[in-house]
């Protein structure tokens, strides 16, 4: 009993402490999930703490720190409340300061200042409330008024915006409309800027100015200039004139091109004297006129609209940079490149040609370059006129020695005028006429200031003088340089002729005077007769009629007698006229009178004693031999003597100064010779065949050759080298020229 009384007792303590730990496990959990709860709430609490503490603090801070801090605030407040309305303003501006200026630039320009004037307030505003809110986080501080921790995050954002004070305020927004504005102003330059043509440019100018109208709308001219103000308040003055320069030059560059300008370009050493390049000197001074007078008047005029307001030494030295980057310079350069090449007289031609370009413009070129930004060009400009002052005076007082330099050369062996003799009177015509005289006076006078030494016109026509002097001289010693008296006399009156036809009613023959005329008139008339009297006039000594009479009753013995001196007729005459017939005599009214002359002295007496005596040869069987020419043929080919052969067309041309007075030996250095040769050798034939009367069996044969002669092209001749650059070749083409002569001859004296 005992034992089942334990057993029970045990049994209700042991259910006993299962309730009780049953219990304490409820317990535990509720408590556990109580303070999973309350984590979170105690998280915010902390949070919270900060801020109540912060909500406190005024609570704990002194009374009259409490009391000053919200008039602090407010003044800091009311600054930054006007500094973020101007933000707000600014962003308000976008849309329209990001549109395309063209379709309302006045209010795109109104916008754009009032962009401007924003940012200026910003600039003004925006530090001093800067400054404030800086000052009102320091009393904050120092009285501790507010958390340590709000007021690191307040001086961090006030330090932000202090950096963002000296950046852009507006985000680049200003800088993209002045972009756009850049952008406008060179799209009214190019689109109203068009080339001038130079046959557009206003006649009648004469040598004063031609202030040409502004090449641009005046309307177009404000806008720039309106542009211009607000670009330069922006300090974007320079990009402004690098964009005007840029636009305006081209159209410059597109005018002057239209002129076909590429021998601007040509250097020294792709010409070998001034004549080759003589027709672009000409175009040069029409060109350099229409770009001073024109194109760089209406762009000088142009830069004083659009930049008037900003000041002289801008606008000025905008135009400069257009002149030079247009064109100027390589006018000058080759003005320059002119005075460089080879001494020649043609040249002292060119080049007073060129000072009389110069001197035409002097007014215009000190007046649009004449200020400080040109001075590159007035340099090159006073550096072109004393090389072609200094070029002028050296060749032009070198030429009585170029001209005595000449009289130990031969004389012509066709017996015809000298190039130099040609030359001279033409040239010292050209020098004291109206168009050189006035030119070479005033560079003479320009040169002798410069070595201060005075300057007389006598000085000038004493020289030229003395030029006309030495080339009688040397006329005189080349009369006595020819061996054969017949050509001599026929030299002397060629050149004697010459010079009083040529010199007659010119300025140069009124210096002479008339007694100096008629003197080398006189000359002329004097070796006329002694020529005619030397050579033709003896030819019809040869027909005698002495003792033809004497034998009337002999008819054998008179044919013996008339065929005799027929024969030496004939062989004088063949000789005489194979001699003459490659003399020369330029003048034609000198020829003709000549020919006229020795058909008198000849053809009368021939044709009467043909009459009498002709028929007791003509029924002999070899009467061709003995009545060899007509009365007709024989006055034909007389009147056929002396003419001049062909030349090519165009100046002289010389590799150096002094060749240019070669005495007839032609400088073919430049000519295709092919062409030349041809011409020449064709020019022999259509020349002679005329005064011939050329035998049907003879004309097939020089028909034959010429058809096989046009079957070689000029092109394959070149190719083959036939060029006439050293003598051996002209002594060939001579010789080849003689040889058709010859021919020619042979074919006239059987016909």
Aim: net charge positive; aromatic share 8%; with cysteine.
């Amino acid at each position: 009993m005992e034992a089942s009384r334990s057993s029970d007792s045990r049994i209700e303590n042991l259910i006993s402490a299962k309730k009780s730990l049953k219990l304490s496990l409820e317990k535990s959990k509720s408590v556990g999930l109580a303070l999973q709860k309350a984590g979170p709430r105690l998280d915010e609490i902390r949070q919270r703490l900060p801020s109540l503490g912060s909500a406190v603090r005024p609570i704990r801070a002194d009374r009259d720190a409490l009391a000053a801090v919200g008039g602090h605030i407010n003044r800091a407040v009311g600054p930054a409340a006007a500094v973020l309305k101007v933000f707000d303003a600014v962003h308000g501006l976008e849309k329209s300061l990001l549109s395309d200026p063209r379709t309302d630039l006045a209010g795109y320009l109104s916008v754009l200042k009032r962009l401007q004037e924003a940012l200026r307030f910003l600039g003004d505003n925006c530090g001093l409330a800067i400054q404030w809110l800086e000052d009102i986080v320091e009393y904050l501080e120092d009285n501790s008024v507010a958390d340590q921790v709000y007021l690191a995050n307040l001086k961090k954002e006030l330090k932000n915006l202090r950096e963002l004070q000296h950046g852009e305020l507006d985000g680049g927004l200003l800088d993209a409309a002045l972009f756009k504005l850049e952008d406008e102003f060179r799209r009214l330059l190019t689109e109203n800027s068009v080339p001038l043509p130079m046959s557009a440019t206003p006649a009648g100018c004469g040598d004063q100015a031609c202030i040409a109208p502004s090449p641009l709308p005046v309307s177009v001219v404000h806008k720039l200039q309106a542009i211009l103000g607000r670009l330069i308040a922006n300090d974007r003055l320079d990009r402004c004139v690098g964009i005007y320069v840029e636009v305006r030059s081209s159209n410059v560059r597109a005018s002057l091109q239209a002129l076909n300008l590429d021998y601007l370009e040509i250097s020294v050493s792709e010409f070998n004297d001034v004549q080759s390049i003589e027709g672009y000197i000409a175009q040069w001074g029409r060109h350099l006129e229409f770009a001073v007078k024109h194109l760089f008047e209406a762009e000088y005029k142009l830069c004083n609209d659009v930049f008037e307001r900003i000041g002289l030494d801008v606008w000025m030295g905008c135009f400069s940079k257009i002149a030079a980057q247009a064109g100027i310079l390589a006018f000058l350069q080759f003005g320059k490149m002119v005075t460089e090449s080879k001494k020649d007289p043609i040249k002292l031609l060119k080049l007073l040609d060129i000072f009389a370009s110069l001197n035409k413009l002097r007014l215009d070129f000190n007046r649009l370059f004449g200020g400080a930004p040109c001075v590159e060009i007035q340099n090159l400009t006073r550096d072109l006129i004393k090389r072609v002052i200094d070029g002028a005076a050296e060749i032009f007082w070198e030429l009585l020695v170029q001209v005595e330099l000449q009289r130990p050369n031969p004389p012509p062996q066709d017996g015809s005028v000298p190039r130099l003799v040609s030359f001279i009177t033409d040239y010292c015509n050209k020098l004291l006429g109206e168009d050189y005289k006035p030119i070479l006076t005033q560079a003479l006078i320009i040169h002798r200031s410069w070595k201060r030494q005075s300057f007389q016109e006598r000085l000038l026509v004493n020289e030229v003088l003395n030029i006309v002097k030495a080339v009688e001289l040397n006329v005189e010693t080349w009369i006595k340089a020819h061996e054969d008296p017949t050509l001599s006399n026929f030299f002397a009156m060629n050149n004697h002729w010459h010079l009083c036809k040529h010199l007659k009613g010119t300025k140069l023959g009124e210096l002479l005077g008339d007694s100096w005329l008629r003197e080398h008139e006189q000359c002329k008339d004097s070796y006329s007769t002694s020529f005619l009297r030397d050579s033709w006039g003896k030819l019809p000594g040869h027909l005698s009629r002495e003792g033809l009479i004497l034998f009337s009753g002999g008819r054998a013995t008179a044919r013996d007698l008339v065929k005799k001196r027929l024969k030496k007729f004939n062989e004088v005459f063949d000789e005489m006229y194979t001699k003459q017939s490659s003399w020369i005599m330029p003048e034609r009214d000198l020829r003709e009178k000549t020919c006229q002359l020795i058909v008198q002295a000849v053809v009368p007496v021939y044709r009467s004693y043909m009459q009498n005596y002709g028929p007791l040869v003509e029924q002999d069987a070899s009467s061709t031999k003995y009545a060899k020419y007509t009365v007709q043929k024989l006055e034909e080919m007389l009147l056929c003597l002396y003419r001049p052969k062909p030349v090519r067309h165009g100046s002289l041309r010389s590799p150096t100064f002094s060749a240019k007075y070669g005495n007839g030996v032609p400088d073919l250095r430049r000519t295709a010779s092919a062409v030349v040769l041809v011409s020449l050798l064709r020019w022999k034939t259509d020349y002679y065949l005329p005064c011939t009367e050329v035998s049907a069996k003879a004309m097939p044969s020089v028909k034959q050759f010429w058809e096989q002669f046009n079957r070689v092209k000029p092109e394959a001749i070149v190719a083959a080298g036939w060029f006439l650059a050293s003598a051996p070749v002209i002594v060939a083409v001579s010789a080849a020229i003689s040889a058709i002569s010859n021919i020619v001859m042979k074919l006239q004296l059987q016909s």
